[in-house]
């Protein structure tokens, strides 16, 4: 990941942490779904854009052998989104 900063509004700031504690997930989390979402509909290659992320979470998480097991259809999965 490439660290970055921005400046927000004070209203963004809030919204955003409110967003963050109901999905239970970090504002950056939030801030990188809106930035896909937005490069989804700008037309951008979206294939590219969800390959990217896809192949991003590779080695992120500890999915013991069952994903180990099953890697080609959660990739698949992802990339389907």
Sequence with gaps: MVRTQI???EFQAQDLKQVALE?????????????DSYL?????????VRRKRALSA??????????????????SEADAQ
Excluded at 23 to 35: D, G, H, Q, T
Excluded at 40 to 48: F, I
Excluded at 60 to 74: K, P, S, V
């Design 7 to 9: 400046q927000l509004t």
């Design 23 to 35: 999905k239970s997930v970090s504002m950056a989390a939030v801030i990188r779904e809106a930035v």
């Design 40 to 48: 989804l509909g700008s037309g951008t290659d979206a294939g590219a």
């Design 58 to 75: 590779i080695g992120a998480f500890e999915g013991g052998l069952r994903l180990a097991q099953e890697h080609d259809a959660a990739f």
